[in-house]
């Protein structure tokens, strides 16, 4: 492949068009009417135009994406994640028109696009299953009477599901019809199918998840786990790797499975087994995302490997660059995906114009995102600015890293997710590791930002003071607002 078209937008296209450019291949961006002027459309060397702003008009027209490959003679497409990454019927379609989709094979697709399906597959490997249903219920009396056998709480979940949708929490027998009605509904709603299953409620998880590879020589490697347990309405919000709580033998057992999973659909490229963890370190088989993952950046980190670049070459028919004894675990990595959202306000989008945007730098600091200073935020798409990751030598340096580059991350304009990435980052709970999915609703409440906010206002308002020359700041009036310690050394030049 000489020439790719990288079918998404934003910081994921930047971040694909980065490495293809590395290995001297040309690409070709895509773009709706709000993309116009994009920074991976101006990236490219190439750009087509595929319709209205709206993603069912652009981004997700997979014979548009199709058109644009032929018309500028890209010989492969790259989905990034999202949009047409995980869709099988498109996969199809790329084959179909003689062009490589540099992803897994449409059967892999679709097997882990169902979770029941997943489940199925990954059995055959005997890979632990959270005790539940093994098939998909619509009868109610029926999933009452698994439910009861299972053992509340129980989870109903949507078998074509993803993100939280179509998702209840069951305390008792009372309240199941209720919610098993409400499960099904949004699961039709979200995805076109009703079809849920029942799985013992984990109280207290963890969400762990393996990355792998597979290649066309039949070769499948993990690069160990990555730890996203801080989340917000069932959706990452922080990721790390690797995780604070796997001990060296629960690792290689994850990752044997995960590479088992992996292998019952025979997969090619990059994608994730995703488990849950309970309290007493127990894993259990969640699901697989056929797909590069958003949080990938901080597995690159920790091994050196390029995982874009691994794609490209498994999708030319390439093996696999390394082996799995190549591999180990160097330092510390934490992904803090920042958001265009209002913490204070239930994390609700909150859209508008950049008026202030600059990136931190320095050591052990990467930044992947598609904007720049007097951009606006569509509201078309996803609310994701950017991703902020830092590496350390060890957790507490990647911590302190995060910490020093949330500070320097200037954004106005909009309200986003920093103020709360500090918030975790200094919480007791995170720094030692003793958390689960549950850490927002937990620990996180809107006053906790606002006292921030109070004390960098008086800040500002005290450094304001002095540039007008209205009075000398005093030793008490610095106390008094609790600054940092760079305003009290600032008071004794």
């Not at 950046?297 to 999708?315: H, M, N, S, Y």
């Amino acid at each position: 492949m000489q020439k790719i078209l990288v079918a998404n937008r934003g910081e994921i296209a930047l971040r694909v068009m980065r490495s293809a450019r590395e290995m001297g291949i040309k690409t070709v961006a895509v773009y709706s009417d709000a993309d116009r002027n994009a920074l991976h459309v101006r990236y490219a060397d190439e750009a087509v135009h595929i319709g209205a702003a709206p993603s069912n008009q652009s981004y997700l027209v997979g014979e548009k994406i199709i058109a644009a490959c032929l018309k500028t003679g890209a010989q492969g497409i790259h989905p990034g994640y999202g949009f047409l990454s995980e869709n099988a019927a498109f996969a199809r379609m790329v084959a179909d028109a003689g062009l490589i989709l540099i992803g897994p094979s449409a059967q892999a697709m679709e097997v882990m696009g169902n979770k029941l399906s997943a489940k199925a597959a990954a059995m055959k490997y005997n890979i632990p299953m959270v005790p539940g249903t093994e098939e998909a219920i619509t009868d109610i009396a029926e999933a009452k009477r698994r439910a009861v056998e299972v053992g509340f709480p129980i989870l109903i979940k949507a078998a074509a599901g993803g993100g939280g949708k179509g998702m209840r929490i069951v305390d008792g027998e009372a309240d199941f019809e209720e919610q098993m009605q409400l499960a099904v509904s949004e699961a039709t709603s979200a995805f076109g199918d009703g079809s849920v299953f029942i799985e013992r409620y984990v109280s207290s998880p963890r969400h762990i998840e393996i990355q792998v590879l597979g290649d066309t020589h039949g070769n499948i490697v993990h690069l160990f786990e990555r730890d996203c347990s801080v989340q917000r309405r069932h959706q990452k919000v922080i990721e790390e790797a690797p995780s604070k709580v796997l001990t060296p033998q629960i690792r290689e057992q994850m990752g044997k499975c995960a590479v088992d999973v992996a292998r019952s659909v025979n997969y090619t490229g990059a994608g994730t087994v995703e488990f849950i963890m309970d309290d007493n370190l127990n894993f259990y088989f969640l699901e697989m995302n056929t797909r590069l993952q958003v949080e990938h950046p901080v597995t690159e980190l920790i091994t050196g490997i390029d995982l874009v670049k691994e794609q490209i070459r498994i999708a030319r028919g390439e093996a696999i660059s390394f082996k799995q004894e190549d591999l180990q675990i160097r330092g510390h990595a934490i992904e803090l995906r920042v958001y265009a959202e209002d913490p204070a306000n239930n994390f609700l989008p909150d859209i508008g114009t950049l008026q202030t945007y600059i990136t931190p730098k320095g050591a052990g600091v990467r930044v992947d995102d598609g904007f720049e200073q007097g951009m606006e935020i569509p509201i078309y798409y996803d609310p994701m600015i950017a991703k902020l990751i830092t590496y350390g030598k060890d957790r507490t340096e990647a911590i302190e890293r995060m910490v020093r580059a949330i500070d320097e991350y200037k954004i106005t304009g909009i309200t986003t997710t920093l103020a709360f990435g500090r918030f975790v980052m200094e919480h007791e709970a995170f720094t030692s590791g003793n958390f689960d999915t549950h850490f927002v609703k937990k620990y996180f409440t809107p006053d906790v930002l606002q006292t921030g906010n109070e004390q960098e206002a008086g800040i500002a308002a005290i450094l304001m003071e002095q540039l007008l020359g209205q009075k000398n700041i005093t030793a008490t009036s610095i106390a008094a607002t609790e600054t940092s310690n760079w305003v009290k050394n600032r008071s004794r030049l």
